[in-house]
Each structure stands twice: as C-alpha cells, then as structure tokens.
C-alpha cells in the first residue's frame, strides 16, 4: 500500500506558534500519540485562524472536509515543538492548510499533515466561497 507523501516548500509556511508536548499528548508507548498530533494542528490552525482575524465557526466557517498525516519522528514528553501553517492549495470553496509540527531543540520534523477545509454557512447549511481576503498559496 502506498504512503501518504505530504511534502511542502518552506514558502507555504506563513505562519508559526510554539508549545510543549503536553502529558495528555503522549500515548502508552511514551511518545506523542497520533490523536494528539491531529489535535495539535487543530489549534494551531485556530491559531492561525486567529491571526488572520477570522473565526472557524460562527454563522460562516469551515468545516474539516479531510485529513492526512504523515509521522517523520517520535515526540517525547515536554519536547518544545513549533507548528507551522500555511495554505498549500485554494479553490472556489475550499482551502488546503499544510501543516509542519518541529521539535525546535533540535529541528527534527516530527509530521507534517494537511487539512482541507471547506468554508460553510451555518444558517444556510450550504458551502460558501472562500473570502476574498483569505491567503492565496504562494506562487511558484
């Protein structure tokens, strides 16, 4: 079976936020467990969200239409780790955001991962365009 190859230039990063592996990330094989990891890219994406001053929910917001992971490396217990954002691809109504996740002590990459996100009105259940002031992906 073929493996998932997410790989992304530097370029696409345009936005980063540090944390620590937390104890409730680590799993029973001592490392960051992969629920945490997706969970980790969720808030950094609120993060990013944030940045832009944009909210993931509301009347209009997003919905998580896929997810994919690629692990590169264990992540221990209080590893310090910077999570990298950026939008990779953007169509009418959807964006991919490619994620980076570094343990910075030693700037191992631990995964990288991509989530696409279809922007969605609440009130009308229906799929919206993507705002208009939302990133493009960089050009190249």
């Known amino acids: 079976m073929p493996r998932v190859k997410l790989d992304y230039p530097d370029q696409v990063f345009t936005f980063s936020t540090e944390t620590d592996i937390r104890f409730s990330d680590v799993n029973l094989g ?6 945490a990891v997706v969970s980790l890219f969720g808030d950094a994406r609120s993060r990013y ?10 009347p209009e917001g997003i919905v998580v239409a896929d ?3 690629s692990y ?3 992540g221990f ?3 310090p780790i910077r999570i990298d954002v950026g ?9 991919d955001l490619a994620y980076r996740m570094v343990r910075t002590s030693d ?7 991509k989530t696409g996100l279809v922007f969605f009105d609440y009130t009308t259940r229906t799929v919206i365009p993507v705002p208009a002031e939302f990133p493009h992906p960089p050009a190249g």
Do not use: K, P, Q
Not at 49 to 58: I, M, P, S
Not at 87 to 95: F, G, K, L, T
Not at 107 to 113: E, F, K, L, R
């Open 30 to 35: 001592a490392h960051l467990g992969n629920d």
């Open 107 to 113: 700037d191992t990459v631990i995964a990288v991962g």
């Open 67 to 69: 997810l994919m992971v």
């Open 72 to 74: 590169r490396a264990e």
């Open 49 to 58: 969200f944030a940045e832009l001053d944009r909210v993931e929910a509301g």
């Open 87 to 95: 939008v990779a691809e953007r169509a009418r109504a959807s964006v």
């Open 77 to 79: 217990l209080r590893d």
